[in-house]
């Protein structure tokens, strides 16, 4: 079956720092990418959707300058965290489905992220 | 917006009981899909209903698809400790394909004492 691969699992680190979160799709290649936020106890909220070869398209209220996302190729897209502070800290979880988007949403393990 | 509501938020259930979680639209979905995620874990994909009315049955689990296509219900019956976790519907988000982009209701949290 499909699978997406999400890289780091969980990061801690200081306020100020900027982090780099990588989705991949490993056995299929996919154009469109989503990225979520999840507080604990909470629902997935969608952040943005990452396009291979083009910008991505920000929900209302994310900010992009923010939350920067790279869809460089057909099988990664990276969402990175700039200047993170601690009200950043949350679960980012990224999905993806091959095809032509006839085909339900694969999900990464997810991103645990804690800024100190 | 389109909002996708689900109650209950928390249910405890002892093992061998039933479950249910209900999830309602604000509009019409052409579909809705069902995700379980475990604690600590991902989103894993369930199920999709399509048509008006339509009820699937996976095992235990029972899915249900409104008459009007705005709500939809899982039910398990005789719960099991591997059932814990969080079960989500979603619907498709605004101007996203049928499988893409997608509004997750609220998540119902199953725990199941033994």
């Known amino acids: 079956g499909a699978v997406v691969s999400q890289h780091p699992s969980r990061v801690i680190c200081k306020s100020g720092t900027s982090v780099k979160i990588e989705c991949r799709s490993l056995d299929f290649q996919a154009t469109t990418m989503f990225w979520y936020r999840q507080f604990p106890k909470q629902s997935l909220m969608l952040m943005a959707t990452?396009?291979?070869?083009?910008?991505?398209?920000?929900e209302q209220g994310v900010e992009k300058d923010k939350f920067l996302i790279n869809h460089a190729s057909l099988t990664l897209s990276t969402l990175t965290v700039t200047s993170a502070h601690p009200e950043d800290s949350s679960f980012y979880i990224c999905s993806a489905s091959p095809g032509t988007g006839k085909q339900p949403q694969h999900f990464g393990d997810g991103t645990r992220l804690s800024i100190l | 917006g389109q909002q996708v509501m689900q109650i209950p938020q928390y249910q405890h259930v002892q093992e061998g009981e039933d479950f249910t979680t209900y999830c309602n639209s604000s509009?019409?979905?052409?579909?809705i899909q069902w995700y379980k995620q475990r604690p600590g874990g991902h989103p894993v994909f369930l199920i999709q209903l399509v048509k008006s009315g339509e009820v699937k049955k996976q095992k235990r689990l029972t899915f249900q698809f409104g008459e009007a296509k705005k709500n939809s219900s899982l039910h398990i019956t005789a719960t099991q400790t591997t059932d814990v976790g969080t079960y989500f519907c979603a619907g498709p988000g605004a101007g996203g394909t049928s499988y893409g982009k997608l509004t997750f209701g609220q998540g119902t949290i199953l725990t199941v004492h033994p």
């Open positions: 509009t019409t979905l052409s579909n």
């Open positions: 990452s396009n291979e070869g083009s910008k991505a398209t920000y």
